[in-house]
């Protein structure tokens, strides 16, 4: 599904002395299939930009277009087409098991029986959760960062077209983290997903996105090919933002060594880099 | 020998829940914190972190054991005040924390609550406020900021109240890189100034100066040393679920070239210079 954002302006508590400008003019095109990371300092719009393409937020300005269709005034939410997953998704748990949680919208989509089961049980080990012995517990019975996972699995279950994702690694341990990146890889890869991430974590985003957008202040300060903007550290810094590991350490050993690295994004190339340095340098 | 603020002695705990899904959340932990310490407290998810430091302000109280809070034991009703003031916590979600219509007010809560006079509320509140970043927000509605500014609100918050020993539950996980970056540095002052901090993340990185790492596994203490030692086992770092951090993953790669760093440098400027050196 393509998603286009055409022209969108938004505050918060408009026309009272606290508003807030939370997208300014902002345009924007998703295309199918994409993975689309958006970083950016706090406040400056990524979560209110979800909202939005999603269609539960309305803007004051500007048109949402869903595959060339603009968003009525009531968009209907279909599970199947865009999944949300809320920065805080443990607040919207709400069923007696973990099973019947994630079954949710895929029950909605009119699966049942085995067909049902199956999806559930995907769902839960795409969130690296034990299937078996998880489905049954109460999610309130759960910490926090297994009740995101329970939330995530939920919204995954649907299989729809489009994942919007509001830091979705965040209080998951590393391994559950990469685990988690590669699923959501392979279903883009498998499936054709179109997925837009939000994030804060560069080294993750270094490994996920093609596409980076950056916020700022309500409005995309910049917009392109995720490995070239990543190794541009000046610009990441500009926003509030770290550069990846790898990038960063380029720039140090350029600092160190004497002469100009260029950076890199793989780790096995910094550790090439590493090596040749070793080599190279003095008592190597 | 030095005091111990915070003492746990054969400490487990189960949440009560509905028959069959009985879960020992803590299973007989016993462990000394000295003032002053940097203590950083990791683990998988479920392995009882939260539960841990629930434990270190009276929210929980063992069900068997014994849990003292600078002399204080927890299971009294009687210190609840004064443990809580001795020691404060940042919550995983600041939504769970915010109680206020107002920033000001939510930083003010605290305040008030310990009896300050009103000029030194008012000090307190301007300098957590500056320290935070959130000076610019204070008669903004909670509600309407960002998950990080909410992050922010409710650091400056406890900050505020000046506690001994500071609880931080993942206080990071919302914040872009540059508040990350800002917020450790006013953890390190705080330490440095003779706070205990305990440190729950799941990132390496941020731990590369904390004098002590705590490991949880299935509600046990699996590692208690320094940081440099947790990376010495793999079987160790898989159970807990534990990524080392880029500086020790690559000086890994290159022993494997047979190309080995000594000392592992744990921080990348630690690696440039052992590379460049």
């Given at each position: 599904?393509?998603?286009?954002?055409?022209?969108?302006?938004?505050?918060?508590?408009?026309?009272?002395?606290?508003?807030?400008?939370?997208?300014?003019?902002?345009?924007?095109?998703?295309?199918?299939?994409?993975?689309?990371?958006?970083?950016?300092?706090?406040?400056?719009?990524?979560?209110?930009?979800?909202?939005?393409?999603?269609?539960?937020?309305?803007?004051?300005?500007?048109?949402?277009?869903?595959?060339?269709?603009?968003?009525?005034?009531?968009?209907?939410?279909?599970?199947?087409?865009?999944?949300?997953?809320?920065?805080?998704?443990?607040?919207?748990?709400?069923?007696?098991?973990?099973?019947?949680?994630?079954?949710?919208?895929?029950?909605?989509?009119?699966?049942?029986?085995?067909?049902?089961?199956?999806?559930?049980?995907?769902?839960?080990?795409?969130?690296?959760?034990?299937?078996?012995?998880?489905?049954?517990?109460?999610?309130?019975?759960?910490?926090?960062?297994?009740?995101?996972?329970?939330?995530?699995?939920?919204?995954?279950?649907?299989?729809?077209?489009?994942?919007?994702?509001?830091?979705?690694?965040?209080?998951?341990?590393p391994a559950?983290?990469r685990?988690?990146?590669?699923?959501?890889?392979?279903?883009?890869?498998?499936?054709?997903?179109?997925?837009?991430?939000?994030?804060?974590?560069?080294d993750?985003?270094a490994v996920?996105?093609?596409?980076?957008?950056?916020?700022?202040?309500?409005?995309?300060?910049?917009?392109?090919?995720?490995?070239?903007?990543?190794k541009?550290?000046?610009?990441?810094?500009?926003?509030?933002?770290?550069?990846p590991g790898t990038v960063r350490l380029c720039r140090l050993l350029s600092g160190c060594a004497g002469r100009e690295f260029a950076a890199v994004l793989d780790e096995e190339q910094a550790a090439n880099l590493l090596q040749e340095i070793m080599g190279w340098g003095p008592g190597g | 020998?030095?005091?111990?603020?915070?003492?746990?002695?054969?400490?487990?705990?189960?949440?009560?829940?509905?028959?069959?899904?009985?879960?020992?959340?803590?299973?007989?932990?016993?462990?000394?914190?000295?003032?002053?310490?940097?203590?950083?407290?990791?683990?998988?998810?479920?392995?009882?972190?939260?539960?841990?430091?629930?434990?270190?302000?009276?929210?929980?109280?063992?069900?068997?054991?014994?849990?003292?809070?600078?002399?204080?034991?927890?299971?009294?009703?009687?210190?609840?005040?004064?443990?809580?003031?001795?020691?404060?916590?940042?919550?995983?979600?600041?939504?769970?924390?915010?109680?206020?219509?107002?920033?000001?007010?939510?930083?003010?809560?605290?305040?008030?609550?310990?009896?300050?006079?009103?000029?030194?509320?008012?000090?307190?509140?301007?300098?957590?406020?500056?320290?935070?970043?959130?000076?610019?927000?204070?008669?903004?509605?909670?509600?309407?900021?960002?998950?990080?500014?909410?992050?922010?609100?409710?650091?400056?918050?406890?900050?505020?109240?000046?506690?001994?020993?500071?609880?931080?539950?993942?206080?990071?996980?919302?914040?872009?890189?540059?508040?990350?970056?800002?917020?450790?540095?006013?953890?390190?002052?705080?330490?440095?100034?003779?706070?205990?901090?305990?440190?729950?993340?799941?990132?390496m990185d941020?731990?590369a100066?904390?004098?002590?790492i705590?490991?949880?596994?299935?509600?046990?203490?699996?590692f208690?040393g320094r940081p440099r030692d947790i990376f010495s086992s793999d079987e160790l770092l898989e159970r807990i679920s534990l990524e080392p951090p880029l500086a020790v993953r690559l000086a890994r790669t290159l022993a494997r070239r047979g190309c080995e760093l000594s000392p592992v440098p744990l921080t990348l400027s630690q690696l440039a210079e052992e590379i460049c050196g």
């Amino acid at each position: 599904m393509r998603i286009e954002l055409d022209d969108i302006s938004l505050s918060f508590q408009p026309g009272t002395p606290f508003a807030v400008k939370a997208l300014d003019r902002v345009s924007l095109m998703v295309r199918p299939g994409e993975r689309l990371a958006i970083a950016g300092s706090t406040g400056s719009g990524k979560s209110t930009l979800l909202g939005v393409m999603a269609g539960i937020l309305r803007p004051a300005a500007g048109r949402v277009l869903h595959d060339g269709q603009a968003l009525s005034r009531k968009p209907r939410l279909q599970p199947g087409r865009i999944g949300l997953g809320l920065q805080s998704p443990e607040n919207c748990l709400f069923e007696k098991t973990v099973f019947d949680d994630v079954a949710f919208a895929p029950r909605r989509m009119g699966l049942d029986g085995e067909r049902l089961g199956q999806r559930v049980m995907w769902a839960l080990e795409c969130v690296g959760l034990d299937a078996a012995a998880s489905a049954t517990r109460e999610p309130f019975s759960l910490s926090v960062g297994e009740q995101r996972r329970v939330a995530l699995a939920g919204v995954i279950a649907a299989e729809p077209a489009v994942l919007l994702l509001d830091e979705p690694t965040a209080y998951l341990d590393p391994a559950t983290r990469r685990d988690l990146l590669e699923r959501l890889l392979a279903m883009n890869d498998e499936r054709g997903t179109t997925m837009v991430v939000v994030g804060h974590d560069m080294d993750e985003l270094a490994v996920f996105a093609e596409r980076l957008v950056i916020m700022d202040d309500g409005r995309v300060a910049a917009d392109g090919p995720a490995d070239k903007l990543l190794k541009d550290e000046a610009l990441l810094e500009r926003y509030g933002l770290e550069a990846p590991g790898t990038v960063r350490l380029c720039r140090l050993l350029s600092g160190c060594a004497g002469r100009e690295f260029a950076a890199v994004l793989d780790e096995e190339q910094a550790a090439n880099l590493l090596q040749e340095i070793m080599g190279w340098g003095p008592g190597g | 020998m030095e005091q111990s603020i915070i003492s746990l002695k054969n400490v487990s705990y189960a949440y009560p829940h509905a028959a069959g899904d009985q879960r020992v959340a803590l299973s007989d932990i016993t462990l000394d914190i000295r003032e002053g310490e940097f203590i950083g407290l990791v683990g998988a998810n479920g392995s009882g972190k939260s539960t841990l430091v629930r434990m270190l302000n009276a929210l929980l109280v063992p069900v068997s054991g014994e849990v003292r809070v600078d002399g204080l034991l927890t299971s009294d009703r009687a210190n609840h005040n004064r443990i809580r003031e001795t020691a404060g916590m940042v919550f995983q979600n600041p939504d769970s924390q915010i109680v206020a219509t107002s920033v000001e007010d939510d930083i003010a809560f605290g305040l008030e609550n310990l009896g300050l006079p009103v000029e030194e509320i008012e000090r307190r509140i301007t300098t957590a406020a500056r320290r935070f970043g959130v000076a610019g927000l204070l008669e903004r509605e909670p509600h309407w900021l960002s998950g990080g500014q909410k992050q922010r609100v409710v650091l400056a918050g406890v900050v505020a109240l000046e506690p001994r020993v500071l609880i931080l539950d993942e206080p990071t996980s919302m914040l872009d890189p540059c508040s990350r970056r800002r917020f450790h540095s006013l953890v390190e002052d705080l330490w440095r100034g003779g706070a205990t901090i305990i440190y729950i993340t799941q990132l390496m990185d941020e731990l590369a100066f904390a004098d002590r790492i705590l490991a949880l596994d299935a509600g046990r203490v699996v590692f208690d040393g320094r940081p440099r030692d947790i990376f010495s086992s793999d079987e160790l770092l898989e159970r807990i679920s534990l990524e080392p951090p880029l500086a020790v993953r690559l000086a890994r790669t290159l022993a494997r070239r047979g190309c080995e760093l000594s000392p592992v440098p744990l921080t990348l400027s630690q690696l440039a210079e052992e590379i460049c050196g």
